[in-house]
């Protein structure tokens, strides 16, 4: 059907940049939104940012200023680049996105989820 893959995460030093990729691919007609969220260990799930498909774009207070969420829609990707990297910014980072793509029968839609890659900040 359709998956997610992210691709970027590493080990950084607390100040540095990386920068996260994520692709989508399958029978798919459309993306609406696009996004990224973190979880540390031993923590919630939370949002970090959001992209719309007309390219308008929110971030959680955290974050706001540091990082940047982009997409190339001819690609189906999504990116974050994200600057000035502090050590509580390490977590594992996914990708979600919202798709409009095919079962072979139907157009369906539904929210898919990347599998996760580590961001790792050493103070």
């Known amino acids: 059907q359709v998956q997610l893959v992210e691709s970027g995460g590493g080990l950084v030093q607390a100040g540095g940049s990386l920068r996260l990729s994520c692709a989508a691919s399958g029978r798919i007609r459309s993306i609406n939104d696009m996004a990224w969220y973190r979880q540390g260990h031993g923590k919630p799930r939370e949002w970090v940012a959001t992209i719309t498909s007309g390219s308008s774009t929110n971030y959680a207070d955290s974050v706001k200023g540091r990082f940047a969420i982009s997409r190339d829609n001819a690609k189906n990707a999504v990116f974050l680049q994200m600057n000035s990297l502090k050590s509580e910014d390490t977590a594992v980072y996914y990708c979600?996105?919202?798709?409009?793509?095919?079962?072979?029968?139907?157009?369906?839609?539904?929210?898919?989820w990347g599998q996760g890659t580590q961001v790792t900040v050493s103070s």
């Open positions: 979600n996105a919202d798709i409009t793509y095919s079962n072979g029968i139907l157009w369906r839609e539904s929210a898919f």
